[in-house]
């Protein structure tokens, strides 16, 4: 059994809540929030695991050995290196960490407490389409190149246009498009094609020092992956693979949608309809496997695959960021 504890009661965690509750195997077994009003308000009436406002009592509570972190990136780093000396697996939501600085310093840890898992919750990479566009990727041929989409208006832009200052539009919380959409076309890229040989981004910067869209570029030995980000505009500009006259297309790099296969000729083919229900179900189904058989080989394959896809994204998203002049106060060891 995954006994989870959840640190945040955003709508975030309520999704990650709702996929334990479906999951055989897993079960909710503790909420840490900054009040415990608003960590018991988290609960279910039918609810009783314990609702926590200080994350030390959390951490020692016996009945929870996982622990999934939803507060703002900043602070990610702060309370994965706590959790993962009390001994909990931890589940942190993407991005992980603000730097490759803090995501070393967690994988020295983890070298401290060999029996802990950490896992990145890049959701859509457990999908089944995601799989699909995998599968398809393999039998393509060779890559001419991509284009990866997401472009989303967010909920928290009016608040800011208003005056306000959203923890997601704010480099003292490690935030921005590139770090809150692109992590997910940053992911893609990494899981479909490796990791690339290099990174640069172009930002639209706000005045917080933090960016509300940009264009990436990821250059491949043979071929570039040009991502396109915004939390500004919404667009229904799509993502596509190309290979040859070939072109592999989805939706937005973050939920894929429906994938199609373009031949060369014209036909269009469909692979994969959109999914439907929880899309938080699929990676919590494979963290669930993963720790209840850490040391089976299948699962310590699976482990070891997905922890380096989490670090080659947090360095890449590093290199775009050095690229863009975008700094953030973790960098220098702040806000944790």
């Not at 309520?14 to 308000?41: C, K, P, Y």
């Not at 894929?256 to 031949?263: A, F, I, N, Y």
Request: hydrophobic share 40%; proline share 4%.
């Amino acid at each position: 059994m995954m006994n989870v504890g959840i640190i945040g009661t955003g709508w975030i965690s309520r999704q990650f809540a709702d996929a334990v509750r479906q999951q055989q195997g897993a079960r909710l077994a503790g909420i840490l929030s900054r009040t415990r009003e608003a960590a018991e308000g988290f609960r279910r009436p039918d609810e009783t695991y314990p609702a926590y406002d200080d994350i030390e009592e959390f951490l020692a509570d016996s009945q929870i050995d996982t622990v999934y972190i939803a507060s703002p990136n900043s602070m990610h780093y702060g309370q994965a290196a706590k959790a993962i000396s009390a001994g909990k697996n931890v589940v942190v939501e993407k991005p992980a960490f603000s730097n490759p600085a803090e995501f070393a310093k967690i994988e020295s840890l983890l070298l401290q407490h060999p029996h802990v898992r950490f896992f990145e919750a890049a959701r859509h990479i457990h999908t089944d389409a995601f799989r699909s566009i995998a599968n398809q990727v393999e039998g393509m041929g060779a890559i001419s190149g991509a284009v990866f989409s997401y472009m989303k208006y967010s909920s928290k832009y009016d608040a800011f246009l208003a005056g306000e200052t959203p923890n997601i539009f704010t480099a003292r919380f490690s935030g921005g498009a590139l770090q809150d959409l692109g992590v997910y076309l940053v992911y893609d890229a990494i899981a479909l094609f490796g990791a690339p040989l290099s990174a640069q981004y172009h930002p639209l910067l706000l005045p917080t020092g933090t960016d509300a869209m940009g264009t990436g570029v990821l250059h491949y030995q043979h071929f570039d992956v040009t991502l396109l980000i915004s939390k500004t505009v919404n667009s229904q500009f799509g993502s596509e693979i190309y290979a040859g006259r070939q072109i592999l297309s989805f939706g937005n790099g973050g939920d894929l949608g429906s994938v199609r296969l373009v031949e060369s000729d014209g036909t269009v083919r469909e692979i994969c309809q959109s999914p439907t229900g929880n899309p938080m179900s699929e990676e919590v189904r494979d963290f669930t496997d993963v720790t209840q058989a850490p040391t089976e080989p299948a699962q310590q394959s699976r482990y070891s695959r997905w922890l380096k896809e989490s670090r080659e994204v947090c360095e890449t998203l590093w290199q775009m960021r050095q690229s863009a002049g975008i700094h953030f106060p973790a960098d220098d060891g702040g806000e944790r």
